[in-house]
């Protein structure tokens, strides 16, 4: 079984939609959460960091279920930009052990 | 926020010949970095975990002595690919681990191998 698993979509949704993605990790002594962004032939950037209590920042809202050991990120109003994979990434065991999902690719058409 | 500059971002290289690529952290130490390949539409593959002053530590099926790492100082890593072949063809991108942060991994820019 995969650490981390992600739907890899692709997700095409018009532009103004809301779009949900979860991602499911095995290690439940994980211990930090992220949400990564990658265009195409780029490195990965930061999203957002996924806190227990739930985390929002504009339109990105970022949750995280410890007893169902996934993470979720909800893009509301998709715009065009939005267009990427999103990787999910697991800090699990110990400070440098990363685990990252295969990413969900989303296409937001206009 | 911190970056991390990755050199060269392409190169293009015979077959047999070594490549060296350059992971450098500019506005903080990085005692750990780690190095990932990725393949078209597929995830970033873990590589090797790369510790300052000490060796590295390889994923499975990763062979150390092709792929060799040298972390020398708190903002350097360099990857080597020895006599490189046609299949070592991919993207290569460190990240870093600044200390004193919760976990949160800064990238390189990548760099894109091609091996004719």
């Known amino acids: 079984r995969k650490e981390v698993e992600q739907d890899p979509g692709p997700f095409n949704v018009p532009e103004g939609a809301t779009v949900a993605f979860n991602c499911t990790y095995s290690n439940s002594a994980s211990q930090s959460f992220f949400w990564y962004r990658q265009d195409c032939r780029k490195e990965p950037k930061l999203l957002m960091s996924v806190y227990s209590s739930g985390n929002e920042d504009g339109r990105f809202t970022a949750q995280l279920n410890r007893a169902s050991q996934y993470i979720s990120l909800l893009i509301r109003d998709s715009k065009l930009s939005d267009s990427a994979t999103y990787l999910c990434?697991?800090?699990?065991?110990?400070?440098?052990?990363?685990?990252f999902g295969s990413g969900t690719k989303l296409n937001v058409k206009p | 926020g911190a970056v991390v500059s990755q050199h060269p971002s392409w190169v293009i290289c015979k077959s047999g010949t070594s490549v060296k690529i350059e992971c450098r952290s500019l506005?903080?130490?990085?005692?750990?970095m780690f190095w990932y390949r990725q393949f078209p539409k597929q995830s970033l593959m873990l590589m090797a975990t790369?510790?300052?002053?000490?060796?590295?530590?390889?994923e499975q099926g990763v062979e150390k002595d092709k792929f060799l790492i040298n972390h020398a100082s708190l903002t350097l890593s360099t990857l080597t690919v020895t006599s490189a072949h046609p299949e070592d063809s991919s993207f290569y991108i460190c990240?870093?681990?600044?200390?004193?942060?919760?976990?949160?991994?800064?990238f390189g820019e990548g760099s894109r191998l091609t091996v004719l």
């Open positions: 990240s870093a681990l600044a200390g004193g942060r919760t976990g949160e991994l800064f």
């Open positions: 506005d903080f130490q990085a005692t750990t």
């Open positions: 990434v697991v800090n699990a065991y110990n400070f440098n052990k990363f685990y």
């Open positions: 790369s510790n300052e002053g000490s060796k590295a530590t390889y």
